[in-house]
């Protein structure tokens, strides 16, 4: 039964569908189609005026649905292989912005989780927010020791209206599925399942703050990147506390070109902070829109908002390596064969077929500019040909895929002649040379020596352990031989014993009938 407060929402987010004129759209559905005539009766259908295309209205719907559904479709607006395009187009530009809470709200929330005064804390904080998302809002201020922060405040309640709107997102995958020819193969309760994880992890800013640690640690000293210092005495659920940084906005082009920004350096820098962060380290920051990067000129990234990270399984990091060399070098059956080993597609597709597929993907992009092809648009091809084979869906790769996106788009609107296939090739590359060498796997020895040399003096006494497991094994085994055989000898007598019985018997009733 439908809780009244979940009764409510679901009747306010049909009267803001309706309200769009998204209500042709909920009638085409295979669950409604066979009354959506009734539509036609209503005088609404005919008054109501709907001049914007279907993807404008659907992203104007969203952004009055409210954050948690702005930031659903700007998961699904990385996902081309599962939308028209000119709704993924349309879903890009969903801003999540938000009216700012009250300042008195926020120093309210602070004092709670610090459990000190907001003067104690700060020499100055600044009641006017820097900016306002659908998670967080960002409050400027000042140590005692003179430092410039930035303060990251949650908003207040934002966990029971997630999870309430979470809720109704699940059923929705639910009638996805139950009503919808292409749900097995989209899996769309585990898609929603990866879109809720990273989202709950926006509410917990430790973890935010520690991702952030992680990160800085990794780019300690490099010229690639820059990410602020954590300040973990101020640091809550909450509440975090971290270095303010100056920079410009990535997507500000003439104050970058005004500073003098290197725009090829950026664009190439870009691609290779994607490969180290995805191959070197296996964490990787996965909000990397233009509102999270900054540029110190000529050519320095600095990141923030780490909420959404991402990594890979050992498995899927070498599949994902394989698939990119091979795409690199045409090997199109290599690609064919990856996919089916990594169990993207099912095994019983045909290598051949497949391979035919994708080469007829490919061959038409490699054959113009280097300058003009897009990988991110390959990939998107390329799920939409798989879907003819079954390609299943790969909820670990969406936050991968969805990144690879955003780097190539910012790097090609600050280099449009960006060659993201030379640069990431002798990235990929030198990783499989220094993952899979002998070089590789004589050092990958050498690191388990210690282990196996703090083993060795239990070695003999394992072998005499196993010696002496298999010589019992070996003599229960013929003990159980014995006895099955005694077991099968008195099944022979029971049997020959009953077969006289049987033949006594006859042979009385037999004599019994003659004698009559």
């Known amino acids: 039964m439908i809780r009244p407060k979940l009764l409510l929402r679901l009747i306010r987010i049909n009267w803001i569908l309706v309200n769009h004129g998204l209500d042709e759209i ?14 036609y009766l209503s005088p609404y259908y005919w008054l109501h005026k709907k001049p914007d295309s279907r993807a404008v209205r659907i992203r104007q719907a969203l952004e009055d649905l409210g954050p948690v559904y ?3 479709g700007q998961a699904l607006s990385t996902r081309r292989d599962l939308l028209p395009e000119d709704i993924s187009d349309e879903l890009v530009k969903l801003q999540d912005r938000v009216p700012p809470f009250s300042s008195d709200t926020a120093r309210r929330i602070i ?43 949650l908003r207040p309640d934002i966990e029971d209206r997630i999870h309430s709107d979470m809720g109704l997102i699940y059923e929705l995958a639910r009638l996805a599925e139950r009503f919808w ?51 973990w005495p101020l640091t809550k659920q909450k509440v975090m506390v971290m270095e303010r940084i100056h920079g410009i906005p990535v997507g500000e082009i003439d104050q970058l070109r005004a500073a003098g920004a290197d725009f090829k350096l950026l664009a190439e820098r870009g691609v290779e902070i994607f490969f180290t962060q995805v191959f070197r380290d296996n964490f990787f920051h996965a909000d990397m829109h233009p509102g999270n990067i900054f540029v110190d000129p000529p050519a320095r990234y600095v990141a923030i908002d780490f909420g959404i990270v991402g990594s890979l399984s050992i498995s899927d990091q070498h599949y994902l390596a394989e698939n990119f060399l091979a795409f690199f070098n045409r090997d199109y059956r290599k690609v064919a064969e990856m996919h089916v080993e990594s169990g993207w ?76 296939w030379q640069t990431a090739k002798p990235f990929l590359e030198q990783w499989f040379h220094e993952r899979m060498g002998p070089k590789a796997k004589i050092t990958k020895l050498l690191k388990q020596f210690p282990e196996f040399a703090e083993q060795f003096p239990e070695v003999p006494g394992l072998i005499y352990k196993a010696l002496d497991n298999a010589a019992n094994a070996s003599h229960q085994a013929e003990l159980h031989t014995k006895e099955l055989a005694l077991l099968r000898e008195q099944m022979d007598e029971n049997n020959r014993r009953t077969l006289w019985v049987l ?14």
């Open 345 to 420: 597609v099912p095994r019983t597709t045909r290598i051949e077929e497949f391979e035919s597929a994708i080469r007829s993907v490919c061959e038409p992009i490699f054959e113009k500019p280097l300058k003009d092809i897009s990988f991110g648009q390959l990939l998107l091809r390329l799920f939409q040909t798989a879907r003819r084979f079954d390609m299943n869906v790969q909820p670990q790769l969406v936050l991968l895929q969805k990144t690879l996106l955003n780097i190539e788009g910012l790097g090609r609107q600050l280099y449009p002649e960006l060659d993201l």
């Open 70 to 72: 702005v930031k659903f």
């Open 181 to 231: 020819a292409d749900a097995r193969r989209l899996r769309p309760m585990e898609v929603v399942a990866e879109f809720e994880r990273t989202t709950l992890d926006e509410l917990d800013l430790v973890r935010e703050a520690a991702n952030a640690a992680k990160i800085r640690r990794n780019f300690e000293g490099s010229e690639l990147i820059y990410i602020p210092e954590i300040h």
């Open 111 to 153: 004092e709670k989780e610090l459990g000190i005064s907001i003067d104690e804390a700060f020499a100055q904080f600044d009641a006017e927010p820097m900016a306002s998302a659908s998670v967080a809002q960002v409050h400027g201020a000042v140590l005692h020791t003179g430092e410039q922060v930035v303060v990251k405040v």
């Open 503 to 516: 033949l006594l018997s006859a042979a009385l009733v037999s004599a019994a009938v003659l004698l009559q």
């Open 26 to 39: 909920v009638l085409n559905t295979h669950l409604f189609r066979s009354i959506r005539f009734l539509a």
